[in-house]
């Protein structure tokens, strides 16, 4: 019997762990649109109304649509993770829910702020005088902040467990809540993932217009469209070539293990040769890949001598297996790459801005730029993959083990339902495109023959099209009286710009201070060796 | 100290199950009406009113799901694992009718072509009457006391399926058509469609009948199965709201009968709480009953002090946001003129 459930036991495990990764890499994709998207939509409304340009208004509300339609798909996908934590891992949650499960509380207030207020944008369109309407939208990127720090609160906790008392029995006795907050990973995995979905969000949606320019439409509406999100984005991919660096060593002394399989180190050693690509092999050989020597004791500590951890300075047992270290190190070189490619786009741009005063014109430039939103997402996907193969056998660093958190389901049970999710989720995505498709392509008919109406017909989410409709521009809705309007928009406002200074402040003197302290800190100590 | 607070916890997420018992039956009432209202003209009429009065949600009602959840897994962690080990198969299969529903909800408005429509209709149905099903008989399989603390000490199945998570399942479905119909019926009259507040207003009657009807028959098979459990509902703190429910039921069917149109909606959302509160007073202090407490469950004081700073933040912050949304929606609703 004993027996028995052992190997049912075993057999969830892997399509757990299948399900778990499937799940999570389709919900990314719907992050940085939710997330970073709002931001994007509310820069361009506002240029639309502070310098009188009627094109990005109307940009601005079709993007609101592509939000809300994301947002949808964004909302059932994310159900299921949270369902997912007890069908598929109940035992982590038994153990450790009072502490991971703070962060994830705190998304529940966020979602629901967020759900609320794209209804609210949505809505309010019509209905609300252009600056209420304005004032109202900056409650959603605070919304998405907010979201955004308490879910990395939590994988914080699984890679750097913090602030909490354990019992004889390994359980939770005592939790001290901001400590089990903000635990060390959060500062650097914060601040890496929010830069990064919001260069995704800018160049993914700069691509489509990248994509219309080399198809030749070229007006003011396109060229506003392309220029707003990708400059944004561009600006901020090599602050995230900084952030990303700072993330890596701090790994050195967090997870040393995930820092070997990054850089597939067999052996600890100083003089650690930089490997991009390549293989590690059961023997702790590294075939093919391009090898610069000491380079990555450099990257570590500015000096050849800074000694690198090896995978073998963790026992077997608790580090990732080769083939776990293999995904780590080639995700790792994926998303440096692409990132690197991102900063060289990015100063393409810029060179030409400032020496010719113009965007680009060369069809290279928008071939190359219409490429960087899907590899931005490859970089997001690869990033994650990084930080959660990385970690293997752990799901809650040093603490619990992954096979010690999965469910006693038969495997089969599990199988059944990915499979299912696999179909569906599929669907989901053709609704999805299908719908954006047709969208695009009434917004193209409309521009053409010059009369837009109003956008968000045919989507199954927002106001009913036909009332749209009857809102004819000169029916101003008499609604709630200016005043109480500006008051509301106003204090929903400051609210959500309190939260995120807050959180801003906060993770900035406890984390990337720490960061910078320890990497001195092993820089000093270096060299004085 | 912790005792208050954890107490605190475990009445926010039962109103939290509330809430998404009412916006979530509400939802799932008018998929039930859609799939019933068979093939002809004034079906096609009630499939319209229907897709316009559910346009609005863009899936928001998962909110009160996904709260309950993290509630119950920061507030109860052992309660969470004891659940989803013994019910996993309820979730799994409420969770599938859950997606499919948002996916072919979203899929009637992309594909056209009657057959198509037809076709998607009938998923959105089913899985808009599994989902509340499943969800419900989780209520019922964890009041029959079958779900042990950490792992099943029964088999899965048998913790799954038993009389009372059937009863409840089955219960939930004839409450989630009642106020289904109920809220059509308000829909019906903010357009300005004199049939469909007809159409929808014999439903909620018939639907009152049923669900007076299959609550009177899950009562006394609870009662012959699972004596503790109907002791547990019908005396305790859980009896105001078990009487409650007995008593509006009606008040509801003979105020629509009547064509009196005031106070129904009110009273179906009191109906529907009043349920959920039945199970949920009448089972405390216990969450597991006979098992496992409120208190003996509840996790490290500083978890308990959060979830409450995360409630009332919920109550400062998003009450009032949707308070905006609501009048925003109802009030753009009321100036239109009618298609």
Redesign the interface.
């Known amino acids: 019997m004993h027996l028995l459930t052992l190997v049912a036991a075993e057999s969830a495990l892997l399509p757990s762990r299948i399900q778990m990764a499937f799940t999570l890499a389709y919900h990314v994709i719907l992050v940085p649109l939710g997330v970073a998207f709002p931001a994007y939509t509310l820069l361009m409304e506002g240029i639309g109304i502070f310098k009188k340009d009627a094109a990005a208004i109307r940009i601005a509300r079709r993007w609101s649509v592509v939000m809300a339609v994301q947002f949808a798909v964004g909302a059932v996908t994310g159900t299921i993770l949270s369902f997912e934590f007890g069908i598929l891992w109940p035992k982590l949650m038994g153990r450790f829910g009072a502490a991971l499960g703070m962060g994830f509380a705190i998304e529940g207030l966020a979602f629901f702020l967020e759900a609320i207020f794209i209804g609210i944008y949505l809505y309010g369109w019509t209905r609300l005088r252009p600056r209420t309407h304005f004032l109202l939208g900056l409650a959603l990127p605070p919304a998405g902040v907010l979201g955004t720090v308490s879910v990395l609160a939590t994988n914080a906790f699984m890679n750097t467990p913090g602030g909490v008392t354990l019992g004889s029995s390994g359980e939770v006795t005592s939790v001290d809540v901001l400590g089990a907050l903000f635990t060390r990973a959060l500062a650097y995995e914060f601040w890496h993932f929010l830069i990064a979905i919001y260069i995704t969000a800018g160049f993914i949606v700069a691509s489509i217009y990248a994509v219309a320019w080399l198809r030749g439409r070229r007006d003011h509406y396109q060229r506003l469209a392309f220029a707003i999100p990708f400059t944004v984005a561009a600006l901020l991919t090599p602050v995230e070539l900084v952030v990303g660096d700072l993330s890596a060593r701090a790994l050195v002394a967090d997870q040393p293990a995930k820092f070997a399989a990054m850089e597939v180190t067999w052996k600890t050693r100083s003089h650690n040769p930089e490997v991009i690509g390549g293989l590690l092999t059961d023997s702790g050989q590294v075939n093919f890949g391009l090898s610069i020597p000491s380079f990555d004791s450099i990257l570590i500590g500015l000096s050849p001598d800074t000694v690198a951890p090896g995978l073998t300075s963790v026992p077997a047992t608790a580090r990732p297996t080769i083939a776990e270290a293999n995904i780590t190190h080639l995700a790792f070189d994926a998303m440096v790459g692409l990132g690197s490619a991102g900063v060289a786009l990015a100063l393409w741009y810029f060179v030409v801005l400032m020496y010719r005063r113009r965007l680009p014109q060369s069809r290279w430039f928008y071939g190359a730029a219409s490429l960087a939103g899907i590899g931005s997402y490859a970089a997001v996907e690869a990033g994650w993959a990084t930080t959660e193969v990385g970690r293997q056998p752990w799901i809650v660093y040093n603490l619990m083990r992954v096979s010690d958190a999965v469910t006693s389901a038969p495997g089969a049970v599990v199988w059944s339902m990915l499979s299912v999710l696999i179909v569906v989720y599929a669907a989901f995505a053709v609704i999805a495109v299908t719908l954006l498709l047709r969208l695009a392509g009434r917004w193209r008919r409309e521009d053409a023959i010059d009369t837009p109406g109003a956008p968000e017909a045919g989507v199954p989410y927002g106001p009913p099209s036909e009332r749209l409709a009857a809102d004819a521009p000169g029916r101003v809705k008499q609604g709630i009286s200016g005043t109480v309007q500006v008051i509301i928009a106003a204090v929903l406002a400051l609210l959500g710009l309190g939260i995120v200074i807050a959180l801003v402040i906060a993770l900035s003197l406890v984390g990337l201070g720490a960061a910078a302290r320890r990497f001195i800190g092993r820089f000093t100590r270096s060299s004085s060796t | 100290m912790t005792t208050t607070f954890a107490n605190l916890t475990a009445f926010v997420l039962l109103l939290t199950i509330t809430a998404y018992s009412v916006a979530g039956g509400v939802d799932y009432g008018a998929g039930i009406w859609d799939m019933l209202a068979g093939r002809s003209p004034t079906a096609e009429r009630a499939r319209q009113l229907i897709d316009?009065a559910m346009?609005?949600?863009?899936?928001?009602n998962?909110?009160w799901?996904?709260?309950a959840?993290?509630?119950c897994?920061?507030?109860?962690?052992?309660l969470?694992?004891?659940?989803?080990?013994s019910l996993?198969?309820l979730?799994?299969v409420a969770?599938?009718a859950?997606?499919?529903r948002?996916?072919f909800?979203?899929?009637?408005?992309?594909q056209s072509g009657p057959r198509a429509q037809r076709w998607m209709g009938v998923v959105f149905g089913i899985s808009s009457l599994l989902a509340p099903f499943f969800f419900a008989a989780a209520l019922g399989a964890i009041a029959s006391g079958q779900v042990a603390v950490?792992?099943?000490h029964v088999s899965?199945w048998q913790a799954c399926f038993n009389p009372a998570s059937i009863s409840f399942g089955l219960v939930s479905l004839a409450a989630t058509a009642f106020i289904g119909a109920s809220f059509l019926v308000g829909d019906a009259r903010r357009f300005g469609q004199a049939d469909m507040v007809d159409y929808f207003r014999r439903r909620a009657v018939i639907s009152t009948a049923v669900l007076i009807v299959i609550g009177t028959v899950a009562l006394a098979v609870i009662g012959l199965e699972n004596r503790p459990l109907l002791n547990a509902m019908l005396t305790g703190l859980g009896t105001p709201f078990a009487a409650a429910a007995v008593i509006l039921t009606p008040v509801v069917g003979f105020l629509l009968w009547r064509r009196v149109f005031r106070w129904y909606r009110t009273l179906s959302v009191v109906v529907v709480g009043s349920l959920v509160f039945a199970w949920g007073f009448g089972q405390s202090p216990y969450l597991l009953p006979g098992q496992l407490t409120i208190t003996q469950s509840a996790?490290?004081?500083?978890?308990e002090?959060?979830?409450s700073i995360?409630t009332l933040?919920?109550v400062v912050?998003?009450l009032?946001?949707?308070a905006?949304?609501v009048?925003?929606?109802q009030?753009?609703?009321l100036?239109?003129?009618q298609?």
Request: glycine letters at 6%; proline letters at 9%; charged letters at 10%.
């Open positions: 316009h346009a609005p949600v863009w899936e928001a998962n909110v799901l996904v709260l959840i993290v509630i897994w920061a507030g109860f962690p052992m969470f694992q004891s659940v989803f080990a996993y198969p979730f799994s969770l599938l859950l997606i499919l948002g996916a909800f979203a899929f009637r408005h992309v950490g792992a099943p899965v996790a490290p004081l500083g978890t002090v959060l979830l995360v933040a919920v912050l998003i009032p946001s949707l905006l949304l009048y925003l929606d009030r753009g609703e100036e239109s003129p298609a």
